[in-house]
């Protein structure tokens, strides 16, 4: 079946640094999402691309959707404490975002 | 955002008996909710599509009769774990599409199987 290659698995941040997280995957996606959860909760939604090559921002976040349309990236510049957490990326199969298939999480984590 | 609620929150029960989670869509009407489960530091595992007024799609390797899914209303879709065994002990989470086709998740349940 599809797969998603998300790494890194988990990363240490300081507070200012930027961060940098992508998916990679042998199948072909028609979306792809970002999300983030925190323990105990619900994923939420961050950025979702829906075009081949799409750049998109919200606030310090900036996710691309790779022109092959088998892989995307999420940047975080100038990390704050509040970012740490477990962020997932998802590609969306057929025309919609229903059917999603989950990477498998990169934690974030404040830098002791 | 749209809001996806879920209740309960967490719940424990005893082995053999039958768990009902609900999912509702607060703000938008959703013709169709997923309901995934994830494991502990694990990555979250689509179970079934729940479509309104039909019946719900399973994944492979996920029991019907086991996970059985009601999706009576355009807001709201309920799942069933029927005699509940230690093993089906999870995190369950359910989403909703809203009508832009952006996909909205619920807090999540904690189910604990003893």
């Known amino acids: 079946g599809q797969q998603l290659n998300q790494s890194p698995q988990s990363m240490f941040i300081q507070e200012g640094e930027d961060v940098s997280m992508n998916c990679t995957s042998s199948?072909?996606?028609?979306?792809w999402l970002w999300y983030k959860q925190d323990p105990g909760e619900g994923p939420v939604l961050l950025i979702a691309l829906y075009k081949a090559g799409e750049l998109t921002s919200n606030g310090r976040l900036t996710a691309q959707f790779g022109i092959t349309r088998k892989d995307s990236f999420l940047n975080i510049s100038a990390s704050i404490p509040s970012d740490v957490g477990i962020y997932f990326c998802a590609g969306g199969i057929g025309g919609s975002q229903g059917n999603l298939i989950f990477g498998k999480g990169t934690k974030l984590s404040v830098k002791p | 955002g749209a809001v996806v609620s879920q209740h309960p929150s967490w719940v424990i029960c005893k082995s053999g008996t039958s768990v009902k989670i609900e999912c509702r869509s607060l703000d938008f009407q959703a013709t169709t909710m997923f309901w995934y489960r994830q494991f502990p530091k694990q990555s979250l595992m689509l179970m079934a599509t729940s479509n309104e007024g039909s019946k719900a799609t399973y994944e492979q390797g996920v029991e019907k009769d086991k996970f059985l899914i009601n999706h009576a209303s355009l807001t709201l879709s309920t799942l069933t774990v029927t005699s509940a065994h230690p093993e089906d002990s999870s995190f369950y989470i359910c989403s909703a599409i809203e009508g832009t086709d952006t996909q909205y998740f619920g807090p999540g349940t904690r189910l604990t199987v003893l």
């Open positions: 199948s072909i996606f028609n979306t």
